[in-house]
């Protein structure tokens, strides 16, 4: 008797619909409630009917149907879960080795324990047990990676490495199947599925390592370019508050040199100078006295950028509620979003449109910061998030990041909203936070 026998069919289409579903699990979905379960149902009959009349096709076409039934899975995680198509590609190939590394682990298995007891209802328990442990595990390392997913975002050719990888992987696990007359094969049909399912499993640990060491690096990348970010905010608040300091000195001195004229001359042409000269001080008089004098700082460097471009900026803040954090902190959030406003609104054709207003109050024990511009441009707000609307979006948005970043150092809330024509950055604060 061949104690080791081909897998069968319904039992590799069961192992691709619960890997499919492991990763509907873990990962957001963009169908829900009966939609999903009907979807999941379709898949699973289309898959399991494809491969049990398969079964016996002659061995050139093996391939060809293997390749629809990993299409069938796109397929299926495609219209199920919210990934980019690139990540999509690397969620397939990791539903595919999984589900060859779970069928090819179960059976062999199952054969083993055949030569013991040839009870059916052993190897419908063992099925059950084998590939519960397993899905369940990997389930479980996928959800407990839920935090770092935003990390994970792989390019073509990281892709691309993927499908090589998996080509690779099965193609050696399966050799032994297709020839035996290889320097990887195996004539002992033992020797072939230890090898398939250690092959898969290897597969499956590559797939694995590769996606950390992608979210470790794009991790590293983020954090670098956020605190890249950060110490050019707090740059140029040093840079504002030198330039600043020398205004001020310089407004206070000549305000008291025109105060010496007044009283020592009284001409018609000397009082009409002077006049001038106070008007074009005015333009340098410090605008702002919110009570927290970085803030000030801020708002009145970014002023003097508006200027060039007729923005109007309007603010109404009581500084002293954000005394409590740090001036990095100060600058990150407030610089980060007035550029992004100050940015927009440039865009806008119409000078008059070109509006910005910053409110800072306090609303029972917390601190709500709002910063609000119009806006003419289409923005992409998804689950309350803000994302870029630039082509190279693994290059930009980190000033909305450093944001968020900053607002989650003091267990506060970012929030974004479009609303005719008025975009609102709002953030809310705990008062009082170390």
């Not at 050719?157 to 297709?178: C, D, P, Q, T």
């Amino acid at each position: 008797m061949t104690i080791y026998q081909d897998i069968p069919r319904i039992y590799t289409a069961l192992a691709e619909w619960i890997a499919c579903m492991v990763y509907c699990g873990a990962l957001k979905r963009k169908i829900e409630g009966w939609q999903f379960a009907l979807a999941s149902a379709v898949f699973f009959v289309i898959q399991s009917v494809f491969l049990v009349f398969t079964r016996d096709v002659p061995e050139i076409f093996w391939i060809p149907c293997m390749a629809f039934a990993v299409f069938n899975m796109w397929l299926f995680l495609y219209i199920v879960c919210d990934a980019t198509r690139l990540n999509l590609i690397y969620y397939l190939v990791s539903a595919f080795l999984l589900a060859e590394f779970a069928a090819s682990f179960e059976w062999q298995l199952a054969c083993f324990i055949k030569t013991f007891n040839q009870s059916t209802y052993l190897q419908v328990i063992t099925l059950l047990i084998t590939f519960f442990v397993i899905y369940t595990l990997v389930f479980s390392m996928e959800r407990s990676w839920a935090d770092s997913a935003e990390f994970f975002d792989i390019n073509r050719n990281e892709a691309l490495a993927v499908v090589m990888i998996s080509v690779a992987v099965f193609g050696l696990s399966n050799l032994s199947f297709i020839s035996e007359n290889t320097p990887f094969s195996s004539t002992l049909r033992s020797d072939i599925f230890y090898i398939r399912t250690l092959v898969d499993f290897a597969g499956v640990i590559v797939i694995y390592a590769y996606k950390s060491r992608i979210s470790e690096m794009n991790a590293q990348k983020e954090l670098t370019s956020i605190n890249s970010m950060l110490k050019e905010q707090y740059d140029k608040y040093r840079s504002y508050q030198s330039s600043f300091e020398m205004i001020n000195i310089k407004y206070h001195d000549l305000k008291h040199q025109i105060a010496g004229l007044r009283g020592e001359k009284n001409e018609a042409d000397r009082e009409k100078w002077i006049s001038a000269m106070e008007q074009e001080l005015e333009t340098y008089k410090p605008e702002l006295q919110t009570g927290n004098h970085v803030l000030d700082t801020i708002l009145s460097g970014k002023m003097l950028s508006c200027r060039p471009h007729n923005i109007k900026v309007t603010c109404v803040a009581e500084g002293q509620l954000i005394d409590f954090m740090h001036v990095t902190d100060i600058c990150t959030i407030f610089g980060n979003a007035l550029d992004n406003a100050i940015e927009s609104v440039s865009l806008i054709e119409d000078p008059e449109k070109r509006l910005i207003h910053l409110t800072v109050t306090s609303q029972k024990n917390f601190v709500l910061i709002q910063i609000s511009n119009y806006c003419e441009q289409e923005l992409n707000i998804k689950d309350g998030n803000l994302l870029t609307t630039k082509t190279d979006k693994r290059n930009h948005g980190y000033g909305i990041k450093s944001i968020k970043y900053t607002v989650d150092k003091y267990k506060g809330n970012v929030e974004y909203e479009l609303n005719k024509n008025w975009f609102e950055l709002k953030i809310i604060l705990p008062k009082n936070i170390a």
